[in-house]
């Protein structure tokens, strides 16, 4: 499924970062989601979303009013890969 977040995030929600994800890449993970995005539904695992936006990819789950930001990667400009980490 490709949508947007207001699709499966609920309102009000909190967003708790997971392994070493910093300050700085929870609020790009705010402002992506109150912005341009897709969301892309990871097709093995139940609430957990792909989200893309021009600048930034994240891997998320979502659970009751709750978004665990996984994993943040910047999108590497000089091609269509990604750059490691961020």
């Known amino acids: 499924m490709i949508?947007?977040?207001e699709s499966v995030i609920p309102s009000g929600y909190d967003i708790t970062p997971m392994n070493g994800i910093t300050d700085v890449q929870t609020k790009q993970l705010k402002r992506?989601?109150?912005g341009d995005h897709s969301l892309v539904t990871d097709?093995?695992?139940a609430k957990f979303y792909e989200v893309r936006?021009?600048?930034d990819w994240f891997?998320?789950?979502v659970r009751e009013s709750k978004v665990y930001l996984v994993w943040h990667a910047q999108r590497n400009r000089s091609n269509?890969?990604?750059a490691a980490g961020a």
């Open 80 to 82: 269509t890969g990604m």
């Open 43 to 45: 097709p093995k695992r």
């Open 59 to 61: 891997y998320i789950h």
């Open 32 to 34: 992506t989601l109150d």
């Open 3 to 5: 949508g947007t977040a």
């Open 53 to 55: 936006s021009p600048d």
